[in-house]
């Protein structure tokens, strides 16, 4: 039954991504915007593999995980219409919460950080995937499989609206209207790929944006007039974009903010703190860094009046 669901969204969603991302190629190069690199979008298409490699391997054992929780359910669901739209809206609230945990611990970060490290932003920087994410992401899913979903249709459901997540990475479609209040919008998530500090470890949810409404990290794409236009990638750019870096940069930088703290504290702070956390104010984080860019807007405005 997995097997015929996984060939069932491949059929259906490769030809919607080469169809989808051809059409933007030439958009790009008609409006010359360059959206697209060589080495970039092979490097989108390696990461993917990658992720795809260890989801692939590590499936059996989450969905034993999965399945064994799924005999402990306090639910029997008959299956129709409350059940899949249940599912899709539970499972998305559950991601949300995932991948709020990847933006505010450095540990998650640094397995997520691949997915924020390109400065290029289109449909193949939606396959720039987290690769370690698939040994824990199912962690999140366990209530799921208590309230009465089964492993498959879990995972079913995540692919299918991780196609939605997929496709929202592209500059060359503006805001949606009322769509804007409902879902993850491709503005929405220019935001959440931005590296100015206002728009830092916002809209978080891959279908539903209702969660960042409800839980305060929605922020809406602002016009140039009000904001600074976005900046794709990371705070700083890394120094090394070889295969390796992309994936392991992360890593070795905690393990030499750790060397260097001093104390049980420090090194915690260093490897479970949110990112740019520092005990000496060196770096500072998202939050630290969007109260400093308001304090110094604060303090050029007088001077704009005069």
């Given at each position: 039954m997995e097997a015929l669901r996984e060939q069932w969204m491949l059929m259906i969603s490769t030809p919607i991504y080469v169809?989808?991302?051809?059409?933007?190629?030439?958009?790009?190069?008609?409006?010359?915007?360059?959206?697209?690199?060589?080495?970039?979008?092979?490097?989108?298409?390696?990461l993917m593999l990658l992720n795809s490699g260890i989801d692939l391997l590590f499936r059996s054992v989450y969905v034993v995980?999965?399945?064994?929780?799924?005999?402990?359910?306090?639910?029997?669901?008959?299956?129709?219409?409350?059940?899949?739209?249940?599912?899709?809206?539970?499972?998305?609230?559950l991601f949300y919460w995932l991948h709020r945990v990847d933006h505010h611990s450095r540990f998650f970060w640094a397995v997520h950080v691949t997915h924020h490290s390109s400065e290029h932003y289109n449909l193949t920087t939606g396959f720039r995937?987290?690769?370690f994410q698939p040994l824990y992401r199912f962690i999140y899913f366990l209530p799921l499989?208590?309230?009465?979903?089964?492993?498959?249709?879990?995972?079913?459901?995540?692919?299918?609206?991780?196609?939605?997540?997929?496709?929202?990475?592209?500059e060359h479609v503006g805001k949606l209207g009322w769509l804007e209040y409902i879902l993850v919008t491709p503005s929405h998530h220019r935001v959440h790929h931005a590296s100015n500090a206002l728009y830092l470890d916002r809209n978080l949810g891959m279908l539903l944006i209702i969660w960042d409404r409800l839980f305060g990290t929605f922020q809406p794409e602002l016009a140039s007039e009000q904001y600074q236009p976005i900046r794709y990638g990371l705070t700083k750019s890394m120094e090394k974009t070889d295969p390796a870096s992309?994936?392991?940069?992360?890593?070795?930088?905690?393990w030499k903010d750790f060397r260097k703290a001093r104390t049980l504290r420090q090194k915690l702070g260093y490897?479970?703190?949110p990112p740019g956390w520092?005990?000496?104010?060196?770096?500072?984080?998202?939050?630290?860094?969007?109260?400093?860019?308001?304090?110094?807007?604060?303090?050029?405005?007088?001077?704009?009046?005069?």
């Open positions: 169809v989808v991302i051809l059409g933007e190629i030439f958009l790009s190069n008609y409006k010359k915007t360059h959206s697209y690199t060589t080495w970039d979008t092979l490097t989108n298409l390696y995980i999965l399945t064994l929780c799924f005999q402990f359910k306090v639910i029997d669901w008959t299956v129709g219409v409350w059940y899949w739209l249940t599912l899709i809206i539970a499972e998305d609230f995937s987290s690769v499989a208590f309230l009465g979903f089964s492993a498959l249709d879990i995972v079913f459901i995540f692919s299918a609206t991780q196609t939605w997540g997929i496709l929202v990475h592209t992309i994936v392991f940069h992360e890593w070795r930088n905690i490897v479970f703190g520092s005990h000496d104010g060196s770096s500072m984080t998202s939050d630290q860094m969007r109260a400093y860019e308001a304090q110094l807007e604060q303090q050029e405005r007088p001077m704009k009046q005069v």
